[in-house]
């Protein structure tokens, strides 16, 4: 019973040992740990594979992350032997992450230590302040794609399932859009809105005189843009200097193409633009957020229309 209970325990003691981190060394001699193993086949040659990506200091801060570039994970592709060695014969520095990545398994999570300029050569991004500290490489394997064309058509789909989502949710933000505008136009006492088919909002303050301008039409206009709880993101006003572009060429938001339309020249109005009509789902900048409802104080300073 005493030497069944110590093969036990040393069976226990072994089996931890064997969870621990796993050392590793790539071709070229960058030491790495896999610090979690995953489930899935090894990688291969060939293969796109995605992977989060973290890299930090030793004392653990954080210098960049993948997720604050607005993507959920990075993609590499893991070349043949045969190529890896024909680049670095033509001059080209070894890749130590695509050399760890080689390495790896789906859903095994893995650390490199090594000098910033070892890592990323000449090219050092911006939150490398020193190329000769060392930092610390974390990635997570998470999606592994036989080759380039699987990898292709996986993105398509994501893509065409993204784009579903995103219809779904301005279809939803119409009628949230539409009610936002009202509620606004009688909490501030604003009367003679129109609307248009589209659900355009506009308000004449100042009527100009003549035609409005046609589709095509070279339209210099001012501007002020804020959002509905009052914070200006832009203004040709403040600027002193008056905006020009080509009316109903898409070179801005569908809002601007379809309300100076309406407007003649030397009139002054406000644009109530829906999500749907402005930056959407997408937003711009740190300011307009997905969804946001625009307002623009304008004045159609002249135009010339298209020669026939």
Partial sequence: MQIKKKIAI????????????QEKETPTGKKFSI?????????????IVEFTLN????????????TETGREFAAVK???????????AAGQPADPLGEMVAMMS??????????????????????IKDPAQEVVVGIRTVNVYVDEDAYRVAMEEKQAEAMKKMEEE??????????????????????????????LYYVITEEGNGETPAAGANVKVHYTGTLLDGQKFDS???????????????????????????LKKGTKATLFIPSALGYGARGAGSMIQP?????????LIDFVNPTK
């Fill in 291 to 299: 969804f946001s409802v625009l307002k623009f104080d304008v004045e």
């Fill in 78 to 88: 893991v070349f043949p032997d045969s190529v890896v060695k024909q680049q670095q």
């Fill in 236 to 262: 040709s006003v403040d600027r002193g200097q008056p905006f020009e572009f080509p009316l109903g060429q898409g070179r801005v938001i569908a809002g601007w193409d379809e309300g100076f339309t309406l």
């Fill in 170 to 199: 301005a279809e939803k933000y119409i009628e949230i859009d539409d009610q936002l505008i009202q509620d606004y136009l009688t909490e501030n006492n604003i009367s003679g809105a129109q609307k248009t088919e589209t659900g």
């Fill in 106 to 127: 789906e859903g095994d999570s893995a650390q490199m230590k090594i000098i910033a300029s070892d890592f990323f050569g000449k090219m050092a991004p911006p939150f």
């Fill in 55 to 66: 890299i930090s200091t030793t004392s653990d801060s954080t210098l960049f992350d993948i």
């Fill in 10 to 21: 040393a069976a226990v003691m072994l089996g931890a040992v064997a969870c621990g981190p």
């Fill in 35 to 47: 610090v979690e193993g995953g489930s899935g086949a090894a990688i291969k040659e060939n293969n």
